[in-house]
């Protein structure tokens, strides 16, 4: 049974920083790939940002480019993601998934997802 158990999240002024955790742990079958997901109220739950977990490329939504850094560390089944110079509109529930998606910025292609950490970014 995979479990993604993520971590990090909290209440930031604008312009501050956070980093998430991604804990992941019971693979069973092939994980291609962890994503980072957020979805704010009343929003579709859009990608963030993407790491292949074999080649450690990395992919980003456009509005993240620049701010946030995806990166994994294998020795701790641990992917992070670094937030900084944050927004107000960057505030949503984050979470990660794994799976062998077809486009790992896409949430579905994901079977398997954390239950999120709370991101609140106040101007």
């Known amino acids: 049974q995979v479990q993604l158990v993520e971590s990090g999240g909290g209440s930031v002024q604008a312009g501050g920083s956070l980093r998430l955790s991604c804990v992941a742990s019971?693979?069973?079958?092939?994980?291609?790939?962890i994503g980072w997901f957020r979805q704010a109220p009343g929003k579709e739950r859009e990608g963030v940002a993407s790491i292949a977990t074999k080649e450690n490329k990395t992919f980003y939504a456009d509005f993240v480019k620049g701010r946030f850094t995806i990166s994994q560390d294998k020795a701790k089944n641990t992917v992070y993601l670094q937030m900084s110079s944050l927004k107000p509109e960057d505030t949503a529930m984050y979470s990660c998934?794994?799976?062998?998606?077809?486009?790992?910025?896409?949430?579905?292609?994901?079977?398997?997802w954390g239950r999120g950490t709370q991101v609140t970014v106040s101007s």
């Open positions: 998934a794994a799976g062998a998606p077809w486009n790992s910025l896409r949430p579905n292609g994901y079977p398997y």
């Open positions: 019971g693979y069973t079958h092939p994980i291609t790939y």
